[in-house]
Each structure stands twice: as C-alpha cells, then as structure tokens.
C-alpha cells in the first residue's frame, strides 16, 4: 500500500543544514501496523509530515513515495483535493496543535466531513457524534457541543483520533498519540486505534519513542536513529534477536512489567548527534558500549532486503550471547 524510498529531508537553517531524514526505505501492506521507534529528534515526525505533505517551505525533500501506486509527491506538487486528510490521515503529537481553541469539538469535526466528503452541516455534526462514541468518549452528546479546553488530555486525544477518523482513511499516522496522557488512558488509547485498525481493514503508523509500546501492536517495527532506520523487522523477529545496539539500549529505557515497583531504569547515556554536518560514521558510536575503532569509518548500511531483519551495525548484538533478561514484556506493551 504504501512504499518508501531513499526519503531525504534537509532543512536550510541559519546555522546550517539538518539532515532530518537521511535514505528512510520501508513498506507497509494494507492493514499493517508499522512502528516508527526511536528518541527525540530522531526523525519520526519529520518523516511523518514528509508522507502527509506537511513540511514547511525550508524543507527539501528527495526520494519516492507511493500510495497505492499513485506518486504522493506528485499528487501534493499537483494541489490534489481529498487525498491527505482522507486516503490518509494523521493524529498529531500535540492534540492542541490540530484543534481550534475557539471552536466546539463537534463543529470541528463536523468541518472536515463537510470539506471532504460535501456532507451537510446536520449530517456532519450527527456524524461527529457517532465518530466520537467510535472513538470510546463517554456523553458524546454533551461533547460535541464543548470547546477543547473543558476536555481531559485524553478526551482530546479521542478528539483529535476521531478527526483523522472522520473520512475514513485507508492509513492513519498516529505520531505519539499518547503523550499527553497517563500510562492507564494510554494503554486504553493505544488499544482502541489497534481495534478500530483491524475493524477497518486501516493500515497504521505508530510514531512512539517507547519500544514497549509496539510491543504486542507492531507487525512490523522500524527504529530510527539520528535521522536514518538502524534496525528494521518483524516485531516478533526484533522482540526476540533484535541485533542493534540502540535497539537494545531502547528496550533497557522502558520500564517492564516484572520490573520491582521502584527499579531504576537505564536512560541511553549521552546525547543524539548534530543533524548539521553529521559525521560519516556510525552516528550511535560515541554511545554505544559496543564501539570499535571501524564504526567510525563510515556509516554502516542497513543489511539485507527490505521485507527482512535489516540492521545497520558492524557489530551487532545478540545472536548466541543474547541478554534474555532484557527480553520480558515491556510495561506499555500490549497483554
Ligand atoms: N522546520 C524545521 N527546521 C529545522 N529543523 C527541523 C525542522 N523540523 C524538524 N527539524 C529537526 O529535524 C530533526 C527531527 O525532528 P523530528 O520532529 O522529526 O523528531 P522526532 O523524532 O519526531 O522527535 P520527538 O520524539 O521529540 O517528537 C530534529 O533535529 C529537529 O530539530
Ligand atoms: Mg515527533
């Protein structure tokens, strides 16, 4: 359904160029969930925005991207109407960024079923209603009629998932969807898109920095890295050997569930590297307990085939030596 490749997104700012996305390949089939994993500034909204057509005019962006076999660049270069917001669409990392804080929910909803599928101001608003209860709001009725800021964080997540609900899309983006909110309504958050994708036969991106979180979700995960996929597999696959060493130190940063109560977790030590003139080696060397002298002789290339366990690492964990004990069910993943 949709295919990715070589994706390059670079940023002219004052203080030089950011190389947000550096040659991001993946496919997604129909009905896939496809996790995007990795730390802050890693490239996952960028790539995100990237597929939507959201970047701002300071991005220069190369690669292919196709929906469904229709060029998605071309279809944005042509101003083509009803396709982002409705073939695909995204949840935002920020529900106030996609919410207008003087308009009632309802009414806002309401708007994109009006502009995208001509629908009348009394059927969108009912439809809004429905797609509200869809997305597990107690009292929609009472909703509909609210402004955002008389929501929880959670009942504007639902707010703001049952929007890129609204036209029904063939692939939803849901960059972060829980970060506003606590682990329980999290959880129940993350569990309602998982039903509401296999009800609908939807494709989903899950853009998350919490491993845990593809955990039991994914069909397949792709964790990136200072702009670039360092490990790419099958979430059982990567669960079970994942080989990168940033893979690994992921995993170690979330807490799990046999995890006593008060364990301390290992935060990644160090920092992600400068996007602006990178270095042409292993960007995660300087972190990695697992560094030789050649990581720095280049930056390692993603091994194998797209469609295969695929690591960009010259030395990889796992294998034999594999640490079991990093290996039980991560706390945010699913039971
Ligand atoms: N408009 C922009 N101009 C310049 N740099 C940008 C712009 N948008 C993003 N970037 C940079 O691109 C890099 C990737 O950003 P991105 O938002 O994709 O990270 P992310 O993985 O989504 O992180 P987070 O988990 O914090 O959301 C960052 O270094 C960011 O500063
Ligand atoms: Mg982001």
Redesign the pocket.
């Known amino acids: 359904m949709l295919s990715v490749r070589d994706l390059q997104v670079r940023?002219a700012?004052e203080r030089g160029t950011?190389n947000?996305v550096n040659g991001v390949s993946f496919d997604l089939h129909e009905g896939k969930t496809l996790a995007i994993v990795?730390?802050?500034?890693?490239?996952?909204?960028?790539?995100a925005k990237t597929l939507m057509n959201l970047l701002?005019r300071?991005?220069h962006v190369s690669g292919e991207v196709t929906f469904n076999g229709q060029d998605v660049r071309a279809l944005a270069a042509a101003g083509t109407k009803h396709f982002f917001g409705v073939q695909m669409a995204m949840v935002f990392?920020d529900p106030m960024t996609s919410l207008n804080p003087v308009k009632k929910v309802g009414e806002q909803i309401a708007e994109t079923l009006r502009y995208h599928l001509g629908r009348s101001r009394s059927e969108a608003l009912s439809e809004a209603q429905n797609l509200l209860t869809t997305v597990g709001t107690p009292e929609p009725e009472r909703r509909i009629s609210q402004y955002p800021h008389e929501l929880s964080g959670g009942l504007r997540q639902r707010v703001v998932i049952a929007m890129a609900l609204a036209c029904q899309p063939r692939l939803l983006i849901a960059d972060?969807p829980t970060t506003a909110v606590d682990v329980t309504v999290q959880k129940h958050l993350l569990d309602m898109l998982d039903e509401l994708r296999r009800e609908r036969g939807m494709a989903l991106i899950l853009?998350t920095?919490d491993l845990g979180v593809a955990h039991g979700r994914a069909d397949d995960v792709a964790v990136?890295y200072a702009?670039r996929l360092v490990e790419v597999a099958a979430a059982e696959t990567l669960f079970e050997d994942m080989r990168h060493p940033y893979t690994e130190a992921l995993l170690r940063s979330i807490p799990r569930i046999n995890d006593p109560a008060h364990q301390r977790l290992d935060p990644i030590p160090g920092n992600p590297p400068e996007?602006i003139d990178p270095p042409d080696a292993c960007s995660f060397a300087p972190r990695c307990d697992y560094a030789h002298a050649d990581c720095l002789d280049g930056v390692p290339e993603l091994s194998g085939q797209l469609g295969q366990h695929r690591f960009a690492c010259l030395h990889p964990t796992g294998g034999e030596d594999s640490i079991s004990s990093n290996r039980d069910t991560p706390r945010s993943g699913r039971d």
């Open positions: 940023f700012t950011v947000a990795g730390e802050s500034g890693s490239g996952k909204s960028v790539t701002p300071s991005a990392q972060e853009i920095h990136m702009g996007l």
